[in-house]
């Protein structure tokens, strides 16, 4: 049985910085591309970040690209999102989710299996 466990979320500061991991169980992690998804109240699920299965060319949304790095521990069945510079908008319930292969996508529909997320709340 596939398990993904979200941690690290919480309440920061705009500007301030959060790391979120997600550990993963159940499969051969590094067989896999990875990535994170976020849900804000009232908004549709929208894609952060992928990576692949051996942490070549990860791939940002627009509205992250250079304060979030995504990464991931293959030895340790754990992926990661540093988070800087956080902003208001960034305030939403973040999920990690394993692909169906090994190809990256932004597309919530490659992905097969999906934590249970971790709360992040920006205060201005």
């Known amino acids: 049985q596939v398990q993904l466990v979200e941690s690290g979320g919480g309440l920061v500061q705009a500007g301030g910085s959060l790391k979120l991991s997600c550990a993963a169980s159940?499969?051969?992690?590094?067989?896999?591309?990875m990535g994170w998804f976020r849900q804000a109240p009232g908004k549709e699920r929208e894609f952060v970040a992928t990576i692949s299965r051996l942490s070549i060319a990860p791939y940002y949304s627009s509205s992250v690209r250079g304060r979030f790095t995504i990464s991931r521990d293959n030895a340790k069945n754990t992926l990661y999102l540093q988070m800087n510079s956080l902003k208001p908008e960034d305030t939403a319930v973040y999920y990690c989710a394993t692909g169906r292969g090994a190809t990256t996508s932004s597309q919530s529909q490659s992905y097969e299996y999906w934590g249970q997320g971790t709360q992040v709340t920006v205060s201005s």
């Open positions: 159940g499969r051969t992690f590094s067989n896999y591309a």
